[in-house]
Antibody, heavy 126, light 112 residues
Framework: EVQLVESGGGLVQPGGSLRLSCAAS????????MTWVRQAPGKGLEWVSV???????YYADSVKGRFTISRDNSKNTLYLQMNSLRADDTAVYYC????????????????????WGQGTMVTVSS | QSVLTQPPSVSGAPGQRVTISCTGS?????????VHWYQQLPGTAPKLLMY???NRPSGVPDRFSGSKSGTSASLAITGLQPEDEADYYC????????????FGGGTKLTVL
């Protein structure tokens, strides 16, 4: 069965760090476009970061320089290292898979996200 | 504010037809990028509902349909059912943004 399972969320103080994990089964993380999307309490979805099969990474401006997306191919797991956390980072964090990509003159970008994890809650508060 | 604009809420009675709009600009939907739609039932993760403007993944009823024109896209639901009550999000891409992925602000569908 193809699925994603997130873990690592919790309560952290402002300025602190946290690492989220997203364990995949039924497919290989390194061959897909893997992304993190977050949802603040009562709010909509916000794209956070993506890692391409080739290793390229991109970030939303709101997390650039503070968050790092990575993967461990041997564990078939996606990660999100979150540093310098702020109150407005409080959200449920979802990992999601995009099975392939579009391509245009500007490069590649992921198609729709067809598999989502159940989410993990991150609360930044003192 | 989201790059893609959706109405905060829509409602309809069982059996009726409702539409949810997703309005963008020349740097996203108007630039020719595809639009995808996700359904989020209360307390659950989003689920892909429509991809590539008008394509339904396996298992999605044909009561759901999608379209795109110019700088906007729409999701239509016919024969509304109580289990359709959920939040709906459009997603596309914006050439001016790193990573390009953008979501609409979401629309709460209430089945009266």
């Amino acid at each position: 069965e193809v699925q994603l399972v997130e873990s690592g969320g919790g309560l952290v103080q402002p300025g602190g760090s946290l690492r989220l994990s997203c364990a995949a089964s039924g497919f290989t993380v390194s061959s897909k476009y893997m992304t993190w999307v977050r949802q603040a309490p009562g709010k909509g979805l916000e794209w956070v970061s993506v890692i391409y099969p080739g290793g390229s990474t991109y970030y939303a401006d709101s997390v650039k320089g503070r968050f790092t997306i990575s993967r461990d191919n041997s564990k078939n797991t996606l990660y999100l290292q979150m540093n310098s956390l702020r109150a407005d980072d409080t959200a449920v964090y979802y990992c999601a898979r995009s099975p392939s990509s579009y391509h245009d003159t500007s490069g590649y970008y992921p198609v729709a996200f067809d598999i989502w994890g159940q989410g993990t809650m991150v609360t930044v508060s003192s | 504010q989201s790059v893609l604009t959706q109405p905060p809420s829509v409602s309809g009675a069982p059996g009726q037809r409702v539409t949810i709009s997703c309005t963008g600009s020349s740097s996203n939907i108007g630039a020719g990028y595809d639009v995808h739609w996700y359904q989020q039932l209360p307390g659950t993760a989003p689920k892909l509902l429509m991809y590539g403007n008008s394509n339904r993944p396996s298992g999605v009823p044909d009561r759901f349909s999608g379209s795109k024109s110019g700088t906007s896209a729409s999701l239509a639901i016919t024969g509304l059912q109580p289990e359709d009550e959920a939040d709906y999000y459009c997603q596309s891409y914006d050439s001016s943004l790193s990573g390009r992925v953008v979501f609409g602000g979401g629309t709460k569908l209430t089945v009266l």
